[in-house]
């Protein structure tokens, strides 16, 4: 209980000061205009309140990974709190505040965009690719999860195939209509529930005793049921993305950026929406430890399921809350997947209009993006969803690292503090190097060289920036 309520200490503390800290560095100006009032087109960039922002902000970035990533994430023990707390706070938290506010400085460009703008045109190039390759992703990753749980919801003749097309028919209004027509109406509604089912969660489980994991230094070690195969590094970064950083985010920060009437918002939108599911990630990291007895009784329930969390948060939600939890389990594992794999279709649309300069007004112009998108979203859903989930972990962690470098050029050239972003680039450079040399999806080379590969990875990129450093003048 009081490694729960420390870390949760921290991950507060860190908006109500490190926040400010990063806000300060922005130079953030309010009567400086925002997208949303000076290119206002009734579309994308449509002012809305700052708590709607927010909302549709924590929506947005939340889906499954809060949830489906902590629960994973618990499988190594108490060692998950740490990067849940040190990666929101310094890592995720200033990675979405600053993929925003630079969007908001540049007139709501997605993030590919900006990229190119910090780290250059071959970059921007590949990035762009890279990233609408990851949002398809994303948004297949959201539909075939949640169809295959209706699917078992419902009668057999609702199956997987049926709930496809009817999450795919969403998705397509959600992606065409103005963001203020359904996303900006339903999704604060579900944000604030998905908030309130982890907080019922957490008091129910401590109100009928469950004790809580405590970090000491016996349980400073791995407690996953394949030690060997799933190593702390670089596997547990790569499993807990969402609840401490996920590039992702980048992808959806400029859709609000596009909303915001202030940039005094952007700190209580950008950052905010972050820490809030850090909490979410560590209150589910917390109870999957504790539910079922202990880390190991988790494994063992994890391999009787073949991994499926959906049915962890069924169970959990059933036995602690209820009736209620059932409806707040379906919520958690249907509507906030659904809800983020709208928004991934919605930022593809943007970024492909970007690339092209394309007017994403006419409602036509908007059909000629998004009638192929979604044709080659529906050819991925016949693929196994546990290999797409794979291929996307690891996208979304190389596009965060992208983003942490992309920011360090950006306070470099402004004179400004760069290591606040330098050192989480390097820590996730050797991360996500690593992790695709020793992976199973990757290379599946051995430990030595894949580990030797990701530290020799991060020194040669380290290198190249102190050469950029030196022979780049600040602007």
Known sequence: MITFLISLAILIAGYIFYSKYLERMMEVDPNRPTPAVSMSDGVDFVPMPWWRVLLIQFLNIAGLGPIFGAIAGALWGPVAFIWIVLGTVFAGAVHDYFSGMLSVRHNGLSITEIIGIYLGNITKQLMRIFTIVLLVLVGVVFISGPAGILANLTPATLDFRFWVWVIFIYYILATLLPIDKIIGKIYPIFGFALVFMAISLIVALIVKGYSLPELTAENWQNFHYDKAKFPIFPMLFITIACGAISGFHATQSPLMARCIKNEKEGRKVFYGAMVIEGVVALIWAAISMSF????????????????????????????LLGKFGAILAILGVVAAPITSGD????????????????????????????IPLFAIGFMLTKINFDVIWRYFAWSNQTLATVVLWTITVYLLQKKKPYWITLLPALFMTSV??????????????????SYGTGFLTTVAVLIFFVIYKKKSPSK
């Open 432 to 449: 996500v190097t690593t992790y695709i040399m020793l992976a199973p999806e990757g290379f599946a080379l051995s430990k030595p060289i």
């Open 292 to 319: 079922f007895g202990g880390i190991r009784e988790l494994g063992e329930m994890m391999v009787a399921q073949n991994g499926n969390a959906a049915w962890v948060v069924n169970e959990i939600s059933n036995s």
């Open 343 to 370: 928004t991934a279709f919605r930022s593809a649309r943007l970024t492909i209009g970007d690339l092209l300069r394309f007017n994403q007004k006419p409602i036509k112009n908007r059909l000629i993006i998004t």
